[in-house]
């Protein structure tokens, strides 16, 4: 069967650095998605990873090992506003998502 | 990017009504769009793939009969929930990919509707 794994809940101090992990096992497999979605908002685009290596955006990570079915999203110099699910999805062979049940990260001052 | 507009952002019916939802692609062409529905503290399910001029796609256990799709143009999809009960309240949610080839891969989402069904 197809499965996403990411761990429901994370706490992190602003300022700090966070790594969120996933697992995934996907009928095929088109790149790994990392979205953020604040509470009562629809998700938005972080990262797109389908070769195997560390994609950096600013103060966003993203690392893809396709042997492994395992990727992370690193976040630093953490802030407030980064306080969100963090939802992993995974393209199968047709090009569908197929969505974790999102990490929330929790951020104190 | 590519923005898709949604609406309502907000809808409470009464039980047995039919609510219907919109989703806009407005600054591009979307011969696919998606529809998600999202409960409390849980992932994303993916509904239905809607297409332009066609029937949409359900998903396994997605009642067709009860989510009713239309995608008549290339800019607007609409959900229409029909007969509600206080079970489908929920987050509803599109989205659409901007560019022709399915590996382009970003999805642009909606703001999202949230239904309260009394």
Same mark, same amino acid.
């Given at each position: 069967?197809?499965?996403?794994?990411?761990?429901? *809940?994370?706490?992190?101090?602003?300022?700090?650095?966070?790594?969120?992990?996933?697992?995934?096992?996907?009928?095929?497999?088109?790149?790994?998605?990392?979205?953020?979605?604040?509470?009562? *908002?629809?998700?938005?685009?972080?990262?797109?990873?389908?070769?195997?290596? #560390?994609? *950096?955006?600013?103060?966003?990570?993203?690392?893809?090992?396709?042997?492994?079915?395992?990727?992370?999203?690193?976040?630093? *110099?953490?802030?407030?506003?980064?306080?969100?699910?963090? #939802?992993?999805?995974?393209?199968?062979?047709?090009?569908?998502?197929?969505?974790?049940?999102?990490?929330?990260?929790?951020?104190?001052? | 990017?590519?923005?898709?507009?949604?609406?309502?952002?907000?809808? +409470?019916?009464?039980?047995?009504?039919?609510?219907? +939802?919109?989703?806009?692609?407005?600054?591009?062409?979307?011969?696919?769009?998606?529809?998600?529905?999202?409960?409390?503290?849980?992932?994303?399910?993916?509904?239905?793939?809607?297409?332009?001029?066609?029937?949409?796609?359900?998903?396994?256990?997605?009642?067709?009969?009860?989510?009713? +799709?239309?995608?008549? &143009?290339?800019?607007?999809?609409?959900?229409?929930?029909? &007969?509600?009960?206080?079970?489908? &309240?929920?987050?509803? +949610?599109?989205?659409?990919?901007?560019?022709?080839?399915?590996?382009?891969?970003?999805?642009?989402?909606?703001?999202? &509707?949230?239904?309260?069904?009394?």
């Amino acid at each position: 069967g197809q499965n996403i794994d990411q761990p429901t *809940e994370m706490t992190a101090t602003e300022g700090a650095i966070v790594q969120i992990n996933c697992t995934y096992q996907t009928s095929g497999f088109n790149g790994l998605f990392w979205y953020q979605q604040h509470a009562g *908002e629809a998700p938005t685009f972080l990262s797109y990873n389908v070769l195997d290596g #560390l994609e *950096e955006k600013g103060r966003f990570s993203s690392f893809l090992s396709r042997s492994k079915g395992y990727s992370y999203l690193l976040l630093k *110099e953490l802030q407030m506003k980064d306080s969100a699910s963090y #939802l992993c999805a995974s393209m199968d062979s047709n090009y569908q998502l197929i969505w974790g049940a999102g990490t929330k990260l929790i951020i104190k001052p | 990017g590519a923005v898709v507009s949604q609406h309502p952002s907000w809808v +409470i019916c009464k039980s047995g009504t039919s609510v219907k +939802i919109e989703c806009r692609s407005l600054d591009f062409q979307a011969t696919t769009m998606f529809w998600y529905r999202q409960f409390p503290k849980q992932s994303l399910m993916l509904m239905a793939t809607s297409n332009e001029g066609s029937k949409a796609t359900y998903e396994q256990g997605v009642e067709k009969d009860k989510f009713l +799709i239309n995608h008549a &143009s290339l800019t607007l999809s609409t959900l229409t929930v029909t &007969s509600a009960h206080p079970e489908d &309240s929920s987050f509803y +949610i599109c989205s659409a990919r901007d560019g022709a080839g399915w590996e382009s891969g970003e999805l642009f989402f909606g703001e999202g &509707s949230r239904l309260t069904v009394l």
